[in-house]
């Protein structure tokens, strides 16, 4: 009978967690393939899943995207009996081939011959039955096989996994997502280890709104495959940009501009039961990015501020921005909602105390932030 392996990966460490791991993973595989109604079935150490033969290359392009799996395979299940896993491997000893080799593993030691002998035995059977040769070092097919306390199975392609941690067994994050192309890098590192998204975007209408909603949009159509469900809030950012202008000094604006974005994510983090950020800086990319700089920014956060592109060159960064899907979409030409803020000189080792001064300034601030709060668009993906 066909079924698909999972092995997943840090799980397996977890020790008494290990339960609340699984079910995570096994809630978010069945939410991934819910248009093909899959049943997974936990066995020790891995988990089962039926599936139909045709859907195979869709499954294949899902399952690599969940967080927490190490590896899957498209398998042969089987009886743990020698006859039975014989008949396993002839189900998938078409084509073309000359040389094999057969690797056993045995998860249940008690099983009455041990991997070495199975390999030989097997072994023997394929190159009596077929003629190819064995070779252990490059052969044109490998058969893997796994004796389970329950069951054996038998495949031949090992698919890598995303590794880390199943989507929801960390705490939630929100991500403050830009159209650039370090932000959707940094979220898409925090759901390997286990955390699920919120995304927030600033906008400023104005300026070619239809170009950067669908951008956005996009960006996050992508992100949202690797969890289970996403929401975006688009924040109106137009009428704070304005009353912000008028009173602090163009040199502090980008930094002050941040700061608000922060106050008003933390509301949207509270309704959202997040407990930090996630944001794309990466430290002395750009002005706003120096460590003097994102410190007074992150001040205004009160929750933790994850930035895993903090050590990332940008080259690194691009590359995994087109290993995830996000690059092209990053890269489509857009006028940023804060462009017009960026001075000629901007601060770059601000002080706290400054920034808190011009703040006080700005008219209407707390008022303006609850506005954008209740009047930022909710989508869900
Ligand atoms: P990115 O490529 O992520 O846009 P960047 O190098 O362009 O980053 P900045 O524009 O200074 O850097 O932004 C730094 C971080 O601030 C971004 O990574 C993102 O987390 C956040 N950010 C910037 N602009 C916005 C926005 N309009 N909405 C939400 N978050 C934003
Ligand atoms: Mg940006």
């Known amino acids: 009978m066909k079924c698909i392996v999972v092995h997943y990966s840090e799980i ?61 395979s498209f398998a042969e299940q089987a009886d743990r009996d020698v006859d039975d896993i014989k008949k396993a491997i002839d189900e998938l000893s078409g084509g073309k081939v000359k040389s094999f080799a057969i690797k056993t593993t045995r998860g249940d030691k008690n099983f009455k011959y041990d991997s070495q002998e199975l390999n030989v035995m097997l072994g023997d059977y394929v190159n009596e039955k077929y003629g190819w040769k064995v070779d252990l070092t490059k052969p044109d097919r490998t058969f893997f096989v796994e004796i389970t306390s329950g069951d054996a199975f038998v495949y031949t392609e090992k698919i890598r996994g995303m590794g880390g941690l199943p989507v929801g067994s960390s705490g939630r994050l929100v991500s403050l997502l830009s159209g650039g192309i370090d ?90 039961k997040a407990l930090g950020f996630v944001t794309g800086d990466s430290v002395g990319q750009v002005a706003s990015q120096t460590l003097e700089n994102l410190g007074v920014i992150y001040d205004a956060a009160k929750l933790p501020v994850l930035t895993p592109m903090a050590g990332a060159n940008k080259d690194d960064i691009i590359a995994k921005a087109k290993s995830i899907g996000t690059y092209d979409i990053s890269t489509l030409p857009y006028s940023d909602c804060c462009s017009f803020l960026v001075d000629k000189h901007p601060e770059t080792k601000a002080r706290l105390e400054d920034i808190q001064k011009v703040e006080v300034g700005i008219k209407d601030m707390g008022k303006l932030v609850k506005i954008a709060v209740k009047r930022s668009e909710v989508k869900k993906y």
Not at 40 to 51: A, Q
Not at 200 to 224: C, G, M, P
């Open 12 to 72: 397996g460490l977890k020790g008494k967690n290990r339960d609340f791991f699984e079910r995570k993973l096994v809630s978010n595989i069945k939410a991934t393939l819910k248009d093909f109604a899959p049943i997974v079935k936990r066995l020790s150490g891995r988990l089962m899943i039926d599936y139909d033969p045709d859907d195979e290359k869709k499954i294949r392009e899902r399952l690599v995207s969940v967080p927490g799996i190490a590896s899957f």
């Open 183 to 272: 932000s959707p890098v940094a979220a898409f590192e925090m759901f390997k280890r286990g955390c699920p998204v919120t995304f927030v975007h600033f906008h400023n209408w104005s300026a070619q709104k239809d170009i950067v909603r669908d951008k956005v949009e996009r960006i996050v159509t992508v992100l949202s495959r690797y969890q289970p469900e996403s929401r975006l809030y688009l924040v109106p950012f137009e009428e704070l940009q304005k009353s912000l202008v008028a009173s602090v000094p163009s040199k502090y604006r980008m930094i002050v501009y941040r700061r608000i974005m922060f106050r008003i994510a933390r509301m949207i983090a509270e309704k959202e």
